[in-house]
């Protein structure tokens, strides 16, 4: 009888081990969890901006295409190890 016992202890379904295991998934699940809340926060605030001005628009239109506006002067800074744009880059 207590091998019996012991044996829905460790190996049964409802096991120690299987509630070791289910506690793992929970902590794992719940970071995720986390990471995705993160990330929808700062989308809503992205759609938020762009809903209430052009700000947030123009702040886009500058860094993903390049706006610029009349009478700004643009600056564009390479860097001496850079490879050019049009050339692939060599690896040794």
């Not at 460790?10 to 970071?31: C, D, K, M, N, Y």
């Not at 989308?43 to 610029?68: H, K, S, Y």
């Not at 700004?72 to 692939?88: C, G, I, M, Q, S």
Request: charged share 30%.
């Amino acid at each position: 009888m207590l091998a019996g016992l012991q044996y829905r202890l460790w190996f049964a379904p409802g096991s120690l081990a299987e509630q070791h295991r289910l506690e793992l998934q929970v902590i794992e699940q719940t970071e995720v969890n986390n990471k995705l809340r993160a990330r929808n926060e700062a989308i809503e605030r992205e759609v938020l901006e762009l809903q209430n001005g052009t700000n947030g628009i123009e702040q886009r239109a500058r860094e993903q295409l390049g706006l610029i506006r009349k009478g700004e002067t643009f600056y564009l800074v390479v860097e001496k190890d850079a490879p050019e744009p049009n050339k692939p880059a060599v690896i040794r």
